[in-house]
């Protein structure tokens, strides 16, 4: 035999029937210079005599080994091979996985072309229990592009994430000199092997090609090592393997490693465990918790600050052994977004539960302030409802849960009722069934449901198709409407026994439901088979189900899949948009309105439909809304949701479209079509290709650009400022401008006219609907968003302390705040009523006529409220970075603001507490040049005169 370039050690146990699979994925490489070396670690089974087989078919390709005894593990046939390999590289392999074909001819090359020690390559999990073998990427990121390091210090998250060995190729020399072996009698060997291997390689290299598919197969009668999450042993190996490996790191001085290796165990490691605590019993939780406890203990405190809040408040409650909150606090972490605890409040803040916030670091990992469960709608928030009994008898079932209130926000006089509700999770037709419980009642902390189901005469599935039926229980409080899925917990449900059903199609095939836990340790029932014909008929549909036809019929299927997929991809429904519906006729009166991207209804777009519906225009009008559901909208439109077909076909058919911010660029505007551009705000920064980044775009991308700004039939400005800048950025042609105003600002303007005439200023409706106090002075707090240097928006902190400004002119004023809508606010409770988040309000200018003064930075919104020819005050903290580094401004905002621009938090509070004098008096004069500098057509009457211009014709 040839000496070969790469020896694949494949190791089995038990896996006659895999074996020969895998050897075949080493047999096919493109790569022929390959061997393969099987050790079969002393099987029960044919798995041995199989190999055998194997390497008598290949004899100059193939070896075969058996170890005299089982190891129990993988380290042992894993050293065996490597001692029985001839080649100058080895692979492994495990018996039910394969390698893809290309993987040792890339892997070699990357080896010789680096002289590497370790050469890695991508790794694909096939979940073969999923309906169309889901694949997923192990750490992609890791492997997006070819890189080399000299140390693995270069990039602590090869060592942290990528654990595995079985994606890697090794020089054979470098393992012997190191003396690299797998620990033997001990699981999770490949964490040490591999932190071992990295550590003591001189050079690593990774590949950007997937080279290993590890087949996932869950539903296995017999668990794979990692998947015995149950089992105490498992999790003492798991911890002492991170033992090992943590000393390994100290010893060579790699405390940046360990920090990452500590951040990487408390969001995975413990994780994994976490997520079956609440259906194991106590013995096992208590020895979970002294294993897990010592380990805790010499983790960096600084990595809880690291991690997501759930997996740090679940760590740091383990480390208190506090079952009575972790458990509520594990189904949370399993359950993404659901709120298992009532909560408590102390101090202005908000904390996940009452206990351990005597310390600093209790009080540090349990604050949730910033989830605004205090302040979000019930209904934005997933309650968590948890069973307390469950029982059933001749079809009936009797179960009983109690739903988390959090903080007490459904008082003990809301009206409440609720309904149980069954749902197939594949529909095929079927009926939910509702079934009213019979009692609920406030608790306290939580509400209490009791009720009864017959699910013999209410649940009808199909009988086939319609496998898994979900339980949720629909709660109404003052008729909100707040959906829970039902977590099972600790109470035992297998011991209720199976349902007897009466599928639709036929009982021969499935005839009871089996209540089971879901992955997410919820309430499901799924079909199952006991009677003798149901059973019989079960086994003739299963195998039919793996004969050639049923193949035939998947790839068909699959087939199905893939174009339905196509069919709803962008690049199709552009085709679609141009080849099609732009051929269909215009339709006269149809009027597409957008405002900022389908996010919102409001703006000068809202003004100019509003006023057209106050003049009885006839028009069809069509909004454009973006996300699941739209909210706010009017009644007496189309919705239609952005992208959708309905959406691109009503604007191939519009005679207009009217928006503020730009409808999808690559979409052409037909001849036909009047597209009436309203924009968004006067420009202080700087706009289209006055911006650097446009500037730098290439050719092609600068002429798309302005291939979607030259569709503008018309463009809105509200002075000669929007003439030399957003229209000289946008490179519009003069024609095009329309020195109207902005419709948006007609209230405004006209709010100013009454007050004018008057002397009284009308605060409207919202000061009643906000609560507000109608002697206290309103100050609105409006700033724009920032952008870090790749673009990406930034999230949004107060740069003021808000507590404080509640101690100071809580008694006086009344703060809201309503940042942009690509932001979001968290107020501490504890200045609740004096500090108000508005953001939710779409519409700004109810918000801008009530405010008697406005707090603000670099935000358009100055322009708009210089109408009312109230104070302003400019808080530019980061005055230098956003003008200067950032994109840049069209003027010196320090030389015209028409009120004091303040830097820091107590040169803000200042002039807040000398308001009329420093904010209001002496700037009186400068609002007025502002105003008419910048929004000299703004006179009230913009959207009259827009309805007038194109759909009265009465302006012409």
Request: aromatic share 10%; proline share 4%; charged share 25%.
């Amino acid at each position: 035999m040839q000496v070969p370039d790469v020896s694949v050690v494949v190791i089995a146990y038990n896996d006659a029937e895999r074996l020969p699979t895998a050897v075949q994925s080493v047999l096919d490489q493109t790569l022929h210079s390959v061997e393969v070396v099987i050790v079969d670690d002393c099987s029960k089974d044919d798995t041995f005599a199989v190999a055998q087989a194997l390497a008598a078919g290949n004899p100059d390709r193939v070896r075969a080994f058996q170890l005299p005894e089982n190891s129990g593990g993988c380290g042992a046939p894993r050293n065996f091979g490597i001692q029985q390999c001839a080649g100058a590289y080895v692979m492994f392999l495990d018996s039910d996985d394969v390698l893809e074909r290309n993987a040792c001819r890339n892997m070699l090359e990357a080896a010789e072309g680096t002289g590497s020690d370790i050469v890695s390559g991508l790794c694909v999990r096939v979940h073969l229990d999923s309906r169309n073998q889901k694949r997923t990427s192990w750490y992609p990121w890791l492997y997006s592009a070819t890189r080399t390091i000299e140390s693995i210090t270069e990039l602590p998250d090869l060592l942290t994430f990528d654990t595995l060995s079985t994606n890697k190729c090794y020089r054979r020399e470098f393992l012997l000199e190191s003396g690299l072996e797998f620990p033997v009698g001990i699981h999770y060997e490949d964490l040490l092997f591999s932190a071992q291997a990295y550590v003591a390689a001189s050079r690593i290299t990774l590949i950007p090609n997937t080279v290993y598919y590890w087949n996932v197969q869950e539903s296995a009668a017999a668990k794979s090592i990692s998947n015995r999450r149950h089992e105490i042993a498992n999790f003492v190996h798991r911890m002492e393997i991170h033992r090992r490996v943590d000393a390994l790191l100290e010893s060579k001085g790699y405390d940046e490693l360990k920090y990452r290796k500590d951040i990487k165990f408390l969001k995975h490691d413990l994780v994994l465990h976490f997520r079956d605590l609440a259906l194991l019993d106590e013995d096992y939780r208590r020895e979970f918790a002294a294993v897990a406890n010592g380990y805790l203990a010499e983790i960096d405190p600084q990595a809880y600050d690291e991690v997501q809040r759930m997996h740090a408040i679940c760590a740091y409650l383990l480390s208190k052994e506090d079952w009575t909150n972790l458990l509520p606090a594990t189904d949370a972490l399993t359950n993404s977004g659901r709120l298992t605890s009532p909560l408590a409040e102390k101090d202005g803040q908000v904390y996940w539960c009452a206990e351990h916030l005597d310390t600093e670091q209790g009080r540090q990992i349990l604050d949730v302030t910033a989830s605004n469960f205090h302040s979000r709608p019930l209904t934005s928030i997933v309650l968590g409802n948890r069973l307390t009994s469950y029982s059933s008898a001749d079809g009936v079932v009797s179960l009983s849960g109690r739903v988390v209130n959090p903080l007490g926000r459904i008082s003990p006089d809301a009206e409440i009722s609720a309904v149980l509700e069954i749902s197939a999770r594949r529909s095929v037709g079927g009926k939910t069934a509702r079934i009213p419980v019979t009692t609920i009642r406030h608790a306290g902390e939580h509400i209490e449901w009791e009720g009864r189901a017959d699910i013999a005469r209410t649940v009808r599935p199909l009988g086939i198709i319609d496998a898994v039926w979900d339980v949720r229980l629909i709660l109404m409080v003052d008729g909100q409407r707040l959906r829970t899925r039902v977590s099972v917990g600790g109470t035992p449900i297998d011991e209720a026994g199976t349902l007897r059903i009466r599928p639709r199609l036929t009982q021969l095939v499935s005839d009871r439901f089996v209540p089971e836990v879901t992955k997410k340790g919820n309430l499901s029932y799924v079909l199952g088979a006991e009677g003798k014909a149901a059973v019989h008929t079960s086994a003739m549909i299963e195998g039919a189900m793996h004969g050639r036809a049923a193949g035939l019929a998947k790839t068909s299927l699959k087939r199905l899949l893939k174009a339905k997929k196509d069919l709803r991809s962008g690049e199709t429904k552009l085709r679609v948009y141009h080849e099609f519906y732009s051929k269909l006729p215009i339709r006269k009166g149809l009027v597409v309105f957008e405002s900022h991207l389908g996010k919102q209804y409001s703006d000068s777009p809202k003004a100019i439909y509003e006023e057209m519906r106050r003049q009885g225009i006839p028009f069809e009008a069509v909004w454009s809304y973006a996300g699941a559901k739209p909210t706010g909208f009017p009644e007496d439109a189309t919705l239609v949701e952005r992208w959708s077909w309905q959406y691109l076909r009503a604007l191939a058919q519009a005679e207009f479209w009217i928006d503020n911010q730009g409808f999808p660029l690559r979409l052409t505007k037909r001849p036909g079509t009047t597209y009436i551009q309203t924009w968004h705000g006067t420009a202080l920064k700087r706009m289209g290709f006055d911006e650097p980044t446009t500037k730098a775009r290439g050719l092609a991308s600068a002429a798309s650009f302005q291939q979607a700004l030259d569709r503008f039939d018309h463009f809105l400005i509200r002075g000669e400022h929007d003439r030399r800048t957003l229209a000289r950025g946008f490179r519009l042609r003069d024609e095009v401008l329309l020195p109207v105003g902005y419709p948006r600002n007609d209230d405004l303007a006209e709010a100013r006219r009454k007050e004018t005439e008057t002397g009284h200023r009308d605060r409207g409706p919202l000061a009643a609907e906000l609560g507000i106090d109608p002697e206290k002075k309103v100050l609105l707090y409006a700033p724009t968003f920032r952008a870090a240097p790749g673009g990406k928006v930034r999230a949004f902190q107060a740069p003021f302390d808000v507590e404080e400004f509640a101690e100071r002119f809580g008694d006086t004023h009344q703060l809201l705040i309503r940042t942009h809508y690509l932001n979001s606010v968290t107020l501490p409770p504890s200045v609740r009523g004096r500090v108000i988040d508005v953001s939710r309000h779409h519409d700004i200018t109810p918000l801008l006529a009530l405010a008697d003064g406005l707090i603000t930075d670099y935000s358009s919104v100055m322009f708009d409220y210089g109408l009312l020819d109230r104070p302003m005050i400019f808080f530019t903290y980061d005055y230098d970075e956003y003008a200067k580094e950032n994109r840049g401004t069209y003027f010196d905002l320090k030389e015209r603001a028409p009120g004091p621009v303040v830097a820091t938090e107590e040169e803000l509070f200042g002039v807040i507490a000398n308001f009329k004098d420093e904010a209001d008096t002496k700037y009186a004069a400068a609002r007025q040049r502002f105003n008419t500098e910048f929004s000299e057509y703004d006179r009230g009457d913009a959207a009259r005169r827009i309805v007038a211009k194109f759909f009265t014709r009465s302006g012409k």
